[in-house]
């Protein structure tokens, strides 16, 4: 009789293969171990809501409307309409020609003794420029705030439902609050910008009330 004598020393389980149930437990709870290690950094972009995301694109867009007047040295602002998607950016001659009645400076001028005049002012003409950024979806402008201590102008309150952030050759603006709702899940984020050092920070709001806004603080 032959006997298979390896077979004989390795014992009766020398054929078995794979993992036993104490093993499969402790990869198990190592890899439990590692997402609870890893979860924190991997909900932010989970986390990531439209609303966000799209208090995020307004402090590009404000930024951006800030360095053009800068850049063109000229006044540069912002349209913002309630309950609307849409922001218009670009100079005062593209957002409020219709409404402050601006002539054509493309037609010739006539002789006079305001040619002078004419003739510096087109000197510093910078062409007019105007560019339309769309929020995200469900995303609308609900209500802009200024801060008591700066009343507004006509041209910076356009109306009930419109308003103009104005930035100048220097850079400036005023305190103001853009409040930013959610159509879908009625949230609201709160958008502050201070005119004194630049900064702008978010703040979440109730859903029922833009009233608990705290008051921006005016700038020395």
Do not use: H
Not at 6 to 28: H, I, K, Q, W, Y
Not at 167 to 182: C, E, M, N
């Amino acid at each position: 009789m032959n006997i298979d004598r390896d077979r004989c020393a390795l014992g009766p389980n020398a054929a078995r293969t794979g993992f036993s149930l104490l093993e499969l437990l402790m990869v198990l709870a190592v890899i439990a171990g590692l997402m609870a290690l890893a979860w924190p950094n991997l909900r932010k972009p989970l986390g990531d809501t439209p609303l966000s995301q799209a208090a995020g694109s307004l402090r590009e867009l404000i930024d951006q409307c800030r360095y053009q007047a800068v850049l063109r040295g000229e006044l540069t602002m912002l349209r913002l309409e309630k309950e609307s998607s849409a922001i218009d950016m670009g100079s005062w001659q593209s957002l409020l020609a219709e409404q402050l009645q601006i002539p054509n400076t493309s037609q010739s001028t006539s002789a006079g003794t305001d040619q002078p005049n004419r003739a510096g002012f087109m000197a510093k003409y910078r062409p007019p420029f105007r560019y339309r950024f769309v929020l995200p979806p469900d995303i609308v402008v609900d209500q802009i705030l200024w801060s008591d201590s700066l009343p507004t102008t006509p041209i910076e309150d356009a109306g009930p439902n419109s308003w103009y952030v104005t930035f100048t050759p220097s850079g400036t603006s005023k305190d103001v609050s853009i409040i930013l709702k959610d159509t879908t899940t009625q949230k609201r984020l709160a958008l502050q910008y201070q005119q004194g050092t630049g900064l702008m920070t978010l703040s979440k709001l109730p859903d029922a009330a833009t009233e608990s806004i705290a008051p921006l603080v005016p700038s020395n």
